[in-house]
Each structure stands twice: as C-alpha cells, then as structure tokens.
C-alpha cells in the first residue's frame, strides 16, 4: 500500500489473535497518530526493547497492519500503519473468528481503560480548560437493535469531519490536541429485570 487506507478488516482467526496482544495495539496505534518510525523509537515510545518491537512489527506486517516506509538506512527502516482504524467482526457462525474477535474485543477495552485511568490520574496537570472540556460519564437508554445501530451510526457521523486531522497535521487547529473518544455501548445486563434474553 502506498497511502494509508480508512480501515483494514480483520477477519482470519490467526490474525485476530496476534493482534489481540497489548504491544502490538499500542505500536499501531503509536504509528497512525506519531508514524512513521523505526523499531528504535518504537521502543523509545513503548519501553520495550528493539528486538521486541522488530517482532512485533513484523508480526503486524505479516497480517496487513503495517508496512515498511520509505526512507532508512541499514537496519533502520521505518514502519508506517496501513490504515486509521482496524475493524473486525462483531458476530460471526465461524466458532473460531468469533472466539478471536470477543478476545481481542476485550483486549482492546482493557487497553483503552488503562489510557482513561492514566489519563484520569494525570488530570491535575492539564489547563482548567481542557480539565472542563473532559467527559466522563454514562447513559443508559431503552433501544431496540436497530435504534442502537442508528445511534452508532450518527455518532461515527459527528465524529467523521475530525478524523482527517490525525493523518493531516496542517487541518489542526492551534490548541488543538489528541482526545481519545471511546464509545462503548452494551446490553446492561446488571440492570435489574434484564437478566434474560
């Protein structure tokens, strides 16, 4: 791939899983919003070691997730993140990809909660603007499955005019920073009376 595409799809099991470790989620992560880098600088940004970060790429270029930039020299080429956003499937009649996909879904939520509790333990050095600006809270709604759907849907809507931002420095704002905008939504089933299906 010579530009970086919207999304890749996940849907082999193999690759599920090998993007299910922490490591590699945080690399291709680190590479759409700081890319493209070396393996040096990964480990710089991840603490882990070179050699660590040199498999894990290639582990990620093996299934799609990344490739090699131009530029280099010698052993230190730089890797660059395929595309904005992974997806995979959310059900599948396939045993396999739908055990892969639930793992790596939970993979991705215990990895996100560890970016909010570090964030929200650092909170106090941010300017009162941004510390106002933050949000954390919760809804809980009565929604048939297609409503649910809609809702998603117009949420990715509003969210969409933001998104060239990450891969194009020059449509930010001055002042403007990252924000991590997680949207988790789920059928509650410690609501009282919502046991069953």
């Known amino acids: 791939m010579s530009e970086q595409s919207r999304s890749i799809r996940l849907t082999d099991p193999r690759a599920l899983r090998a993007y299910a470790h922490p490591t ?8 759409r919003s700081s890319g493209p880098f070396t393996a040096t600088r990964a480990a710089e940004l991840t603490g882990e070691s070179v050699a660590s970060c040199s ?4 582990i990620l270029a093996k299934y ?17 993140a395929t595309a904005q956003f992974t997806e995979w499937p959310d059900h599948s009649e396939d045993a396999a990809v739908a055990q892969a996909a639930d793992a790596l879904s939970a ?17 106090h050095t941010l300017p009162r603007e941004w ?4 949000q954390f809270g919760d809804s809980l709604l009565h929604l ?7 809702l998603g849907r117009r949420i990715e809507e509003l969210l969409r ?5 990450e891969a194009d420095p020059a449509l930010r704002p ?3 920073r990252p924000v991590g905008i997680l949207r988790i939504a789920f059928v509650d089933r410690e609501v009282p009376g919502n046991e069953e299906d």
């Open 24 to 31: 590699r989620m945080t690399l291709v992560g680190l590479l």
């Open 55 to 58: 498999y894990h790429l290639r």
């Open 64 to 80: 799609g997730l990344v490739e090699q930039a131009p530029g280099g020299k010698g052993r230190e080429k730089p890797w660059r």
């Open 107 to 123: 993979a991705a939520i215990e990895l996100y909660f560890q970016r909010v509790l570090r964030a929200v333990g650092s909170r």
């Open 131 to 134: 510390r106002e600006a933050e």
């Open 144 to 150: 048939t499955p297609e409503e649910l759907t809609g």
């Open 161 to 165: 005019p933001y998104e060239d931002r």
């Open 174 to 176: 001055e002042g403007a």
